[in-house]
């Protein structure tokens, strides 16, 4: 049996009822049809320009920070020019002359303090400046991933930002009667949060 899971935009998180699930079976994820996995974290007040501190949103590839870097305005005019041609980011000022933060320029790999009408670029690669190294498809009382410790997770399968995936059939640990699926994002820290939609999601689930 394929069963499809779908939801909205927002937290990927839902419970399936009227499931009847037992401990001789097994679940396998089938498919999978998610946005882009995030890139990098918001930059609170990464930009600065004529005293006004602008924020950059979270992003999924470079291709939309550019983007943001494109649309910032300060009194109804832009800032920026902005390009990546997948191998060098440059960014031009235009009349004012602006100011990046500590993290922010460390992440473009550029000065803090940026000259007006003078263009900058450097190298950026996906690949180096990810802050994310996975989506971890879990199902609730799933023998998952074997954790190291002695100890199994719920995680059913990894989906990397290369479309690689590691996904095994997973054994439930006891009779059920709903299936909870949840889907979170870990970090190339270790760090693992709960993962919001920007856009419809779906997935699939075999189980026999």
């Not at 996995?37 to 930059?43: G, H, K």
Request: include cysteine; glycine fraction near 8%.
């Amino acid at each position: 049996m394929i069963l499809d899971v779908q939801g909205p935009a927002g937290s990927v998180k839902t419970r399936i009822p009227n499931q009847s699930i037992s401990t001789d079976q097994v679940v396998k994820l089938k498919y999978f049809h998610f946005p882009d996995l995030p890139l990098l974290d918001s930059f609170v007040a990464a930009v600065t320009v004529n005293g006004n501190a602008k924020t950059i949103p979270a992003v999924s590839s470079i291709q939309e920070l550019v983007g943001e870097l494109d649309a910032i305005v300060d009194g109804g005019l832009r800032i920026f020019h902005a390009w990546w041609d997948g191998y060098e980011l440059e960014v031009c000022t235009k009349a004012s002359a602006v100011t990046l933060s500590g993290d922010f320029a460390t992440l473009l790999k550029m000065e803090t303090a940026l000259a007006a009408n003078t263009c900058y670029s450097s190298s950026l690669f996906e690949n180096v400046i990810s802050l994310y190294s996975h989506y971890a498809v879990c199902v609730g009382d799933v023998r998952g991933f074997y954790t190291g410790d002695g100890g199994y997770n719920e995680v059913i399968a990894k989906v990397r930002r290369d479309g690689g995936v590691a996904v095994h059939a997973h054994s439930f640990r006891r009779p059920l009667s709903a299936l909870d699926v949840y889907v979170t994002v870990v970090k190339r820290d270790g760090t693992i949060v709960p993962y919001t939609s920007p856009e419809i999601w779906s997935l699939g689930l075999l189980i026999g």
